[in-house]
């Protein structure tokens, strides 16, 4: 939000999807929350040093210390690839979602007409 971190990724991401996990939605204060996968070795911050927060004993996510927009998500069973929030990118609409997450999660109220799948917990298996 604020540019005082600044990140790249040399690839396009390998997976792009809607998150409504519960501690997604907690870190964000959102219903919902975007991600975009992307190969650890293609990604790299390029001004700053983000904050990091362990949210779990196996998931550390880092944030913009000034501004505190959460940026990214990783989880120590793939240590390959980095999850990165979508709405962080400079054009978020490049990369729209591919499928609903995490729907087990699900708050009520959230419903959305896209006609996207939907997986009750992770569309890849739960590394959890």
């Not at 040399?10 to 919902?32: G, K």
């Not at 069973?77 to 729907?103: E, I, K, Q, R």
Request: glycine share 6%; with cysteine.
């Amino acid at each position: 939000m604020c540019g005082a971190v600044r990140y790249s990724a040399t690839t396009n991401p390998a997976n792009s999807m809607v998150c409504h996990c519960q501690s997604c939605r907690r870190v964000t204060a959102a219903p919902v929350v975007a991600w975009l996968t992307f190969a650890r070795a293609e990604f790299r911050f390029t001004r700053g040093t983000p904050q990091v927060y362990e949210s779990s004993a196996k998931v550390k996510r880092q944030f913009c210390g000034a501004c505190g927009s959460q940026l990214t998500y990783q989880h120590l069973d793939t240590p390959d690839f980095v999850d990165v929030t979508t709405c962080s990118l400079d054009a978020p609409w490049a990369f729209p979602p591919t499928h609903h997450s995490w729907l087990s999660d699900d708050i009520g109220w959230v419903k959305f007409g896209d006609g996207l799948p939907t997986f009750e917990r992770s569309r890849f298996g739960d590394p959890s």
